[in-house]
T-cell receptor
Framework: QKEVEQNSGPLSVPEGAIASLNCTYS??????FFWYRQYSGKSPELIMS????GDKEDGRFTAQLNKASQYVSLLIRDSQPSDSATYLC???????????FGSGTRLLVRP | GAGVSQSPRYKVAKRGQDVALRCDPI?????LFWYQQALGQGPEFLTY????????KSGLPSDRFFAERPEGSVSTLKIQRTQQEDSAVYLC???????????FGQGTRLTVV
């Protein structure tokens, strides 16, 4: 059974701080990794994808991947109250169309 | 349309009733997915279509669940004889190709009473 594990939270950070969200996965053949943001009652929205070891930056977001440790993280710099949402980690096997999601981490950014 | 459209947004069904959930993918998107999201959980894969062909239905939880996409565009997820454990948000997603980024609709929240 492929598993994607996330701490459910809530992770509470003050406005302007760095929020660090973590995800581990069990399947060594996983090749593609995604972070989705989901506001309450809304659809998941893709914010970052990462395919190779290392860091990938996009604005205030940085995704970090370590395949040897089967670990992927998302850093949000200068956190804003509007970043308060549930962040879903998802993985795909090579050449697969199926996304396997974790249960999500709820982030609360306090003004 | 601009995005993936699902209807109805909310559905309350009595136990044993049949329901049909509709998904209108982004125009031109070949791939269409259905996911089920229980409260407090991440979405779980149900089924995948490439055009009108249902290539994977391994995630459908029982034979009460049936999905179709007869003309390769709009898709319907049908649940027969609904049970309480079917209560969840049903998300539809579409993408230009199987491995491309998937865009999700707002979902249909099904409550079985």
């Amino acid at each position: 059974q492929k598993e994607v594990e996330q701490n459910s939270g809530p992770l509470s950070v003050p406005e302007g701080a760095i929020a660090s969200l973590n995800c581990t996965y069990s399947d060594r053949v996983s090749q593609s990794f995604f972070w989705y943001r989901q506001y309450s009652g809304k659809s998941p929205e893709l914010i970052m994808s990462i395919y190779s070891n290392g860091d990938k930056e996009d604005g205030r977001f940085t995704a970090q991947l370590n395949k040897a440790s089967q670990y992927v993280s998302l850093l949000i710099r200068d956190s804003q109250p509007s970043d308060s949402a549930t962040y879903l980690c998802a993985v795909k096997e090579d050449s697969s169309y199926k996304l396997i999601f974790g249960s999500g981490t709820r982030l609360l950014v306090r003004p | 349309g601009a995005g993936v459209s699902q209807s109805p947004r909310y559905k309350v069904a009595k136990r044993g009733q049949d329901v049909a959930l509709r998904c209108d993918p982004i125009s031109g998107h070949v791939s269409l997915f259905w996911y089920q999201q229980a409260l407090g959980q991440g979405p779980e894969f149900l089924t995948y279509f490439q055009n009108e062909a249902q290539l994977d239905k391994s995630g459908l939880p029982s034979d009460r669940f049936f999905a179709e996409r007869p003309e390769g565009s709009v898709s319907t997820l049908k649940i027969q004889r609904t049970q309480q454990e079917d209560s969840a948000v049903y998300l539809c997603a579409s993408s230009l190709a199987a491995l491309a980024e998937a865009f999700f609709g707002q979902g249909t929240r099904l409550t079985v009473v």
